[in-house]
């Protein structure tokens, strides 16, 4: 099996809970608990205090409800997969609670999983119940308060989750997978709206478009130049003052390098050059061509959607 969510037909994990979860075995998943619970160490040459036994059966627990397999997942992951609800609020209640922060080995958290995949309804469970905290409420009004801890793509140095280099929050997961079940979102496009207000548009704006109007008015404005050139020397042939000779910038300015006209056209021509350079840098730097992009959803398809969607990003490395 390759990746962390592999077909869920033929992966139920690693573990009996993990089994449990898939299956949305809501009992199994309390008896497992309550036999770690009950186990008790075996310990030679002394008896553990209550505090001391407390602190085992704690642990023993926790290792139970967020122990990792070979792909990373643990039993919350493993009930995002499955679209278990139940066992999923069981497992959170019941001290997996880490787990919502634990990364698998596509640094995807049960959250994040949930979202790669497109599970609408689980992703709505999760985001309602887990992220989302009602204020107040009058009549069918309500406030609510919203942890954008897994959901924007900011990080802050205090959140253990976002120390990792591999994390990637939901907003980059729908953007980078193209996860058409959520791009209606209404929390995903307001934090779009809300970027390209904030920073988008300016960068577009000096990276994209004023480059290419410059790029487009310098264009015209050399070839003026050049067009009224030729224009004259065929004008100084038809009166006989002279035979026509193609005489090129570089030859004019070693001639004419006082004449302002001449200096105009030079600077033109340089600016030209930069503006050119610029635009081809900025496009190879833009280029999509990796495997996500040609391959979002990762199915191994080559659909002729999938192609038009490659010529869209790579527009501007294109022109």
Not at 54 to 76: E, F, H, P, V
Not at 81 to 92: E, G, I, N, S, Y
Not at 200 to 209: E, Q, S
Not at 240 to 258: S, T
Request: aromatic share 12%; proline share 3%; charged share 25%.
């Amino acid at each position: 099996l390759e990746g962390a969510f592999p077909a869920p037909r033929l992966y139920f994990g690693e573990f009996p809970l993990s089994f449990a979860a898939s299956m949305g075995d809501v009992d199994m998943c309390q008896l497992l608990h309550d036999f770690m619970a009950r186990a008790k160490p075996h310990e030679e040459g002394y008896r553990l205090s209550e505090d001391e036994l407390q602190k085992q059966k704690k642990k023993r627990i926790w290792r139970l409800l967020n122990a990792q397999d070979d792909l990373g997942n643990t039993a919350l992951h493993m009930a995002v997969m499955h679209k278990r609800k139940t066992v999923f609020d069981w497992l959170h209640a019941n001290g997996a609670e880490s787990s919502m922060r634990i990364l698998n080995e596509d640094a995807l958290t049960p959250f994040t999983l949930a979202v790669r995949n497109g599970f609408t309804d689980m992703y709505m469970h999760i985001y309602n119940k887990y992220f989302s905290d009602v204020v107040f409420k009058f009549g069918e009004m309500q406030l609510n308060k919203t942890s954008l801890e897994q959901i924007d793509t900011f990080r802050i140095e205090a959140f253990p989750l976002h120390s990792d280099a591999r994390w990637r929050s939901a907003l980059e997961v729908i953007t980078t997978h193209e996860v058409s079940e959520l791009s209606r979102d209404t929390l995903y496009n307001e934090l779009i709206q809300a970027k390209w207000s904030a920073f988008g548009l300016r960068m577009f704006m000096l990276r994209t478009v004023i480059p290419y109007a410059m790029y487009v008015a310098l264009f015209m404005v050399a070839t003026w130049f050049r067009c009224r050139d030729v224009r004259e020397g065929w004008k100084n042939v038809q009166l006989g003052l002279r035979e026509y000779k193609d005489v090129g910038l570089y030859e004019q300015v070693l001639v004419h390098w006082r004449d302002g006209y001449v200096l105009f056209q030079l600077c033109t021509q340089i600016l030209l050059v930069f503006t050119s350079l610029y635009i081809l840098v900025m496009g190879v730097m833009t280029r999509r061509l990796g495997p996500r992009d040609m391959d979002p959803d990762e199915d191994g398809g080559t659909a002729t959607s999938k192609i038009k969607r490659i010529i869209h990003k790579n527009l501007i490395f294109i022109l």
